[in-house]
């Protein structure tokens, strides 16, 4: 007894050892995240969390340390029986540390649990048990989170009693061997020894084992609604027939014989346990055949008819979990023409049309406007703003810190966290407008900020962005970098709320403790009005205030009342919907996702805020009743940041997907698969590669106004034709809907990569892009966009042209339009439309009146054009423009005499192109 009470002294030495060096980092980490979640006013967020994890903890661990020290006991003393050795303090500390590590394991399932506790009905039953989806999002993943801890915890129990008792009949292979080298066993022994002393525990051990195995039996007859296997993702055929009746039996059977074993404790009988083992063993080899026999030879030779009601059942779930059925179905007649009238009826699209490809445009702006090594622009966001009373298409990105271009002399650990602390501005473009030398019209540009239109920005610096990783300490004595001017800098203190407080000693030595850094206490320059930012970056922030969510893979900057603010989207999802089939989500297989949640965060004070976009999803409400300090309404987002709310890229290119097979809502076409559609390709930098939604502004058809919708195109199964697209509202009051637009299976419509090979095919576009070529130059094609007109598509392709020596800009040199038979290759889209539906009408004038507004806006782009090759010591495009420019001058009154007031249409004809 007395050695006994030694090692559990050693145990509770080494632990508590252990617990004091975990403490001690872990417990000021703990602290610092507490001041930071109550700086933004999140502390109760942070209290239910961390309540959960430690309950969790506290339960999973003590209960485990009750059967883990209980096999232990009972082990030992059924081993006093034979006088065995005794057992090494190390396996003691083996129990407490398994129980430990279990809790440590099943506290980080506090989700589950919490989901559970305040679940909110869905209204939707299951049409098997008719049991509310609300049990298998909520109730049934915590039954399996119970049952399978226990199955951990009984067989841990299990396995260490084993260890034990062979550890006892263990021996060395060979004299002179150290023990543990080569062991063997004496098996016949051990057997004798467990017949005679350990047959209770034996025999409880694996009733418990059985009676658990058999609820989970029980929870695999409700997965069957997930279940993958044959035709219909859910229960099929098979799975009702065979397999749901087989699971009955193996409950059943499991928990009788279980039982059974259990009541043989008191006789003794361990050959009780073989015989529910054995028909366990039986029925799920026979089962299994079962299924094999009754899928192959009684449902696939009438598969439809035996899977029909499962097939519509999987069809409706599905569009049910991924808001499908919301889609707002309709007809496309498309018409193989195109007219003047269709462009000027559907002018907010053609002044919208994106000819910026965001990869050269970011290469472009880096070039352009960082001024400073240690700023970048890391991504290019597309939005839309009001600008002179239209709705226009911009594309955005941030000029944020990138310290590592710093020279390594220059990183010390004043400049990485006193002074470098934030980006500084915004660049601005319209998606549709180029300069003569082929590079983007800024709206907003260099620093400080220059705006060109009525978007101004007041608070242009960036502390918090999608690069901001290192922690940064404000307003210390050693000021902040704010932006270069000329030779000099400027500086600043901060002045913003941003951060946690470091008004004490306390303070400034846990977060030392928690960065590992004992210059945060050190230092004489961080005082007590000091504040300290750290989770900086947009997707860090997001996720660690709320990490239940899922989160988009790009947020976007949004320019509001003169500040900055980042929008980021944020989903609830699922992965045990009932007959809703999986889809690959953020690393994770879902089958449930909607975008609930739109995170903003103020780019200067880190504010997030939380709105709530999908009242409606009982994800979201379940989440609200938890955590109801987070979560506000959407409506009390500020007026001009929900003018920026787009519909979400991610959330798009799931439901695109899964549109691709379940907009055949006819199980027998489902089954067979006859309309069936898959995203095309577009070819970028030479190679294919998947086309990805994308903005736009567009009218709809049938309606008047142009608005910000996010469209895919589709092609068949098999084939390269255009068979339909669907389109995301993110403009009010329709944000969110959706409309799908079916093409007539009757009508050729060209797709994206047949487009793409007239293109290629086309001889005047391949010689002049082998000329670029030939001269040093690699030639950049954008992305082609497919652009609904009314009752029609066309396809615009914009071409970079990017030197191949170092420090190049690509310039936009020709955009390429296609419709019909028709590809036109021209210097700006104006033209290019142009060739298709012949000039603009220009304005009426009489004779000696002038040059009409047409006219004279021809005449500046010639000019321009000139002058850009004039630069470049490009004298033969020189002369071509100003050849050009002399005869609109010469001409113009002729021109405009012979106009007439008819339209013309266009439909089919030969390539057109302005020659290089």
Same mark, same amino acid.
């Given at each position: 007894?007395?050695?006994?009470?030694?090692?559990?002294?050693?145990?509770?030495?080494?632990?508590?050892?252990?617990?004091?060096?975990?403490?001690?980092?872990?417990?000021?980490?703990?602290?610092?995240?507490?001041?930071?979640?109550?700086?933004?006013?999140?502390?109760?967020?942070?209290?239910?969390?961390?309540?959960?994890?430690?309950?969790?903890?506290?339960?999973?661990?003590?209960?485990?340390? +009750?059967?883990?020290?209980?096999?232990?006991?009972?082990?030992?003393?059924?081993?006093?029986?034979?006088?065995?050795?005794?057992?090494?303090?190390?396996?003691?500390?083996?129990?407490?540390?398994?129980?430990?590590?279990?809790?440590?394991?099943?506290?980080?399932?506090?989700?589950?649990?919490?989901?559970?506790?305040?679940?909110?009905?869905?209204?939707?039953?299951?049409?098997?048990?008719?049991?509310?989806?609300?049990?298998?999002?909520?109730?049934?993943?915590?039954?399996?989170?119970?049952?399978?801890?226990?199955?951990?915890?009984?067989?841990?129990?299990?396995?260490?009693?084993?260890?034990?008792?062979?550890?006892?009949?263990?021996?060395?292979?060979?004299? +002179?061997?150290?023990?543990?080298?080569?062991?063997?066993?004496?098996?016949?022994?051990?057997?004798?020894?467990?017949?005679?002393?350990?047959?209770?525990?034996?025999?409880?051990?694996?009733?418990?084992?059985?009676?658990?195995?058999?609820?989970?039996?029980?929870?695999?007859?409700?997965?069957?609604?997930?279940?993958?296997?044959?035709?219909?993702?859910?229960?099929?055929?098979?799975?009702?027939?065979?397999?749901?009746?087989?699971?009955?039996?193996?409950?059943?059977?499991?928990?009788?014989?279980?039982?059974?074993?259990?009541?043989?404790?008191?006789?003794?009988?361990?050959?009780?346990?073989?015989?529910? /083992?054995?028909?366990?063993?039986?029925?799920?080899?026979? $089962?299994?055949?079962?299924?094999?026999?009754?899928?192959?030879?009684?449902?696939?030779?009438?598969?439809?008819?035996?899977?029909?009601?499962?097939?519509? #059942?999987?069809?409706?779930?599905?569009?049910?979990?991924?808001?499908?059925?919301?889609?707002?179905? !309709?007809?496309?007649?498309?018409?193989?023409?195109?007219?003047?009238?269709?462009?000027?009826?559907?002018? +907010?699209?053609?002044?919208?049309?994106?000819?910026?490809?965001?990869?050269?445009?970011?290469?472009?702006?880096?070039?352009?406007?960082?001024? #400073?090594?240690?700023?970048?622009?890391?991504?290019?966001?597309?939005?839309?703003?009001?600008?002179?009373?239209?709705?226009?298409?911009?594309?955005?990105?941030?000029?944020?810190?990138?310290?590592?271009?710093?020279?390594?002399?220059?990183?010390?650990?004043?400049?990485?966290?006193? /002074?470098?602390?934030?980006?500084?501005?915004?660049?601005?473009?319209?998606?549709?407008?180029?300069?003569?030398?082929?590079?983007?019209?800024?709206?907003?540009?260099?620093?400080?900020?220059?705006?060109?239109?009525?978007?101004?920005?007041?608070?242009?610096?960036?502390?918090?962005?999608?690069?901001?990783?290192?922690?940064?300490?404000?307003?210390?004595?050693?000021?902040?970098?704010?932006?270069?001017?000329? $030779?000099?800098?400027?500086?600043?203190?901060?002045?913003?709320?941003?951060?946690?407080?470091?008004?004490?000693?306390?303070?400034?030595?846990?977060?030392?403790?928690?960065?590992?850094?004992?210059?945060?206490?050190?230092?004489?320059?961080?005082?007590?009005?000091?504040?300290?930012?750290?989770?900086?970056?947009?997707?860090?922030?997001?996720?660690?205030?709320?990490?239940?969510?899922?989160?988009?893979?790009?947020?976007?900057?949004?320019?509001?009342? $003169?500040?900055?603010?980042?929008?980021?989207?944020?989903?609830?999802?699922?992965?045990?919907?009932?007959?809703?089939?999986?889809?690959?989500?953020?690393?994770?297989?879902?089958?449930?996702?909607?975008?609930?949640?739109?995170?903003?965060?103020?780019? &200067?004070?880190?504010?997030?805020?939380?709105?709530?976009?999908?009242?409606?999803?009982?994800?979201?409400?379940?989440?609200?009743?938890?955590?109801?300090?987070?979560?506000?309404?959407?409506?009390?987002?500020?007026?001009?940041?929900?003018?920026?709310?787009?519909?979400?890229?991610?959330?798009?290119?799931?439901?695109?997907?899964?549109?691709?097979?379940?907009?055949?809502?006819?199980?027998?076409?489902?089954?067979?698969?006859?309309?069936?559609?898959?995203?095309?390709?577009?070819?970028? !930098?030479?190679?294919?590669?998947?086309?990805?939604?994308?903005?736009?502004?567009?009218?709809?058809?049938?309606?008047?106004?142009?608005?910000?919708?996010?469209?895919?195109?589709?092609?068949?199964?098999?084939?390269?034709?255009?068979?339909?697209?669907?389109?995301?509202?993110?403009?009010?009051?329709?944000?969110?809907?959706?409309?799908?637009? &079916?093409?007539?299976?009757?009508?050729?419509?060209?797709?994206?990569?047949?487009?793409?090979?007239?293109?290629?095919?086309?001889?005047?576009?391949?010689?002049?892009?082998?000329?670029?070529?030939?001269?040093?130059?690699?030639?950049? #094609?954008?992305?082609?966009?497919?652009?609904?007109?009314?009752?029609?598509?066309?396809?615009?392709?914009?071409?970079?042209?990017?030197?191949?020596?170092?420090?190049?800009?690509?310039?936009?040199?020709?955009?390429?339009?296609?419709?019909?038979?028709?590809?036109?290759?021209?210097?700006?889209?104006?033209?290019?439309?142009?060739?298709?539906?012949?000039?603009?009408?220009?304005?009426?004038?009489?004779?000696?009146?002038?040059?009409?507004?047409?006219?004279?806006?021809?005449?500046?782009?010639?000019?321009?054009?000139?002058?850009?090759?004039?630069?470049? +010591?490009?004298?033969?495009?020189? $002369?071509?423009?100003?050849?050009?420019?002399?005869?609109?001058?010469?001409?113009?009154?002729?021109?405009?005499?012979?106009?007439?007031?008819?339209?013309?249409?266009?439909?089919?004809?030969?390539?057109?192109?302005?020659?290089?």
């Amino acid at each position: 007894m007395a050695a006994s009470s030694r090692g559990w002294r050693r145990v509770l030495l080494a632990i508590i050892a252990m617990a004091a060096l975990y403490g001690f980092v872990a417990v000021p980490s703990l602290y610092g995240d507490y001041l930071w979640f109550a700086a933004m006013d999140y502390e109760s967020v942070f209290l239910t969390i961390l309540g959960y994890r430690i309950g969790l903890f506290v339960l999973t661990a003590v209960l485990s340390f +009750g059967v883990l020290a209980a096999n232990y006991r009972v082990a030992r003393e059924n081993l006093r029986n034979i006088d065995a050795a005794a057992v090494p303090w190390t396996y003691r500390a083996a129990v407490v540390g398994g129980a430990l590590l279990i809790g440590l394991s099943y506290a980080s399932t506090w989700e589950t649990v919490l989901r559970f506790v305040h679940g909110t009905a869905f209204g939707t039953a299951d049409p098997v048990y008719d049991l509310d989806v609300a049990f298998y999002i909520y109730t049934l993943p915590v039954l399996n989170l119970a049952v399978g801890y226990l199955l951990v915890i009984v067989g841990a129990g299990a396995g260490l009693s084993f260890v034990l008792y062979a550890r006892a009949f263990s021996m060395p292979e060979a004299a +002179g061997r150290s023990p543990g080298v080569n062991i063997r066993y004496d098996v016949v022994a051990m057997r004798s020894f467990l017949r005679e002393h350990a047959t209770i525990h034996v025999l409880a051990t694996i009733g418990g084992l059985l009676i658990l195995l058999g609820l989970t039996f029980v929870l695999d007859r409700f997965e069957l609604l997930f279940s993958p296997r044959g035709t219909v993702f859910g229960m099929g055929a098979t799975d009702r027939t065979v397999f749901l009746p087989l699971l009955g039996l193996l409950a059943v059977t499991a928990v009788i014989g279980g039982l059974v074993v259990l009541v043989n404790i008191w006789f003794q009988y361990p050959r009780s346990m073989s015989v529910p /083992v054995a028909l366990l063993v039986g029925f799920l080899l026979v $089962g299994n055949v079962a299924g094999f026999v009754y899928q192959d030879f009684v449902v696939e030779p009438d598969e439809f008819n035996k899977e029909q009601q499962y097939l519509s #059942r999987e069809i409706a779930f599905t569009n049910r979990a991924y808001a499908l059925d919301r889609i707002e179905e !309709r007809s496309f007649p498309v018409s193989e023409t195109l007219s003047r009238d269709q462009l000027t009826d559907n002018q +907010g699209t053609i002044d919208n049309m994106r000819l910026w490809d965001p990869r050269p445009l970011r290469t472009t702006y880096n070039e352009l406007q960082i001024f #400073r090594t240690y700023y970048q622009f890391d991504d290019i966001d597309i939005d839309r703003y009001d600008i002179d009373g239209r709705e226009t298409q911009v594309m955005v990105s941030a000029r944020e810190l990138d310290f590592e271009s710093l020279p390594s002399e220059s990183k010390t650990w004043v400049n990485r966290h006193l /002074v470098y602390t934030h980006g500084f501005g915004v660049a601005m473009s319209p998606v549709s407008e180029v300069t003569a030398d082929g590079l983007p019209a800024f709206y907003i540009q260099d620093i400080p900020p220059n705006s060109s239109v009525d978007i101004e920005v007041t608070q242009p610096r960036i502390y918090y962005g999608e690069t901001t990783t290192d922690y940064v300490i404000v307003n210390t004595r050693t000021q902040e970098l704010d932006y270069p001017s000329g $030779g000099q800098n400027v500086y600043i203190s901060y002045t913003g709320e941003g951060g946690t407080r470091l008004d004490s000693t306390l303070r400034k030595f846990v977060y030392s403790i928690k960065f590992l850094d004992p210059r945060i206490v050190l230092s004489d320059s961080v005082t007590d009005d000091s504040r300290l930012q750290f989770n900086r970056d947009i997707r860090t922030r997001a996720s660690t205030i709320a990490p239940f969510l899922e989160y988009d893979r790009d947020p976007y900057l949004v320019i509001a009342n $003169g500040k900055l603010y980042w929008i980021y989207d944020a989903y609830t999802t699922s992965d045990t919907y009932p007959y809703s089939s999986r889809i690959r989500f953020k690393g994770e297989q879902v089958n449930y996702v909607r975008n609930s949640v739109k995170v903003v965060v103020d780019a &200067h004070t880190g504010e997030t805020t939380y709105y709530v976009a999908e009242p409606d999803d009982p994800l979201i409400q379940t989440y609200r009743k938890a955590f109801p300090e987070l979560f506000i309404d959407l409506e009390e987002m500020p007026a001009e940041l929900r003018q920026h709310v787009r519909y979400p890229e991610d959330a798009f290119r799931v439901q695109a997907q899964q549109y691709l097979l379940y907009h055949m809502t006819d199980p027998k076409v489902f089954y067979n698969k006859e309309d069936a559609w898959r995203i095309p390709n577009e070819v970028a !930098r030479g190679e294919e590669i998947p086309m990805t939604p994308y903005y736009i502004i567009m009218t709809f058809p049938g309606e008047e106004n142009p608005e910000f919708v996010m469209i895919q195109p589709y092609i068949p199964e098999g084939r390269q034709n255009m068979i339909g697209w669907l389109a995301a509202r993110s403009d009010p009051p329709n944000y969110g809907t959706l409309k799908a637009f &079916h093409f007539s299976k009757q009508r050729l419509v060209f797709g994206p990569m047949q487009i793409e090979s007239r293109i290629d095919q086309d001889a005047d576009i391949s010689q002049q892009i082998t000329l670029w070529s030939q001269a040093g130059s690699s030639v950049i #094609r954008g992305n082609l966009l497919a652009i609904p007109i009314d009752d029609t598509v066309i396809y615009v392709e914009p071409l970079f042209l990017e030197s191949r020596e170092q420090g190049s800009l690509p310039e936009l040199k020709r955009v390429i339009v296609t419709h019909g038979n028709r590809v036109a290759m021209q210097p700006s889209l104006e033209q290019a439309l142009a060739v298709q539906v012949g000039p603009a009408r220009p304005a009426a004038s009489t004779p000696g009146e002038g040059l009409s507004e047409a006219d004279l806006e021809q005449a500046r782009t010639l000019y321009e054009e000139a002058q850009a090759a004039l630069r470049r +010591g490009d004298f033969e495009t020189y $002369g071509e423009r100003i050849t050009a420019l002399g005869a609109l001058l010469e001409g113009s009154e002729s021109q405009r005499a012979g106009n007439t007031t008819g339209t013309e249409s266009f439909a089919g004809g030969a390539t057109a192109m302005t020659a290089p």
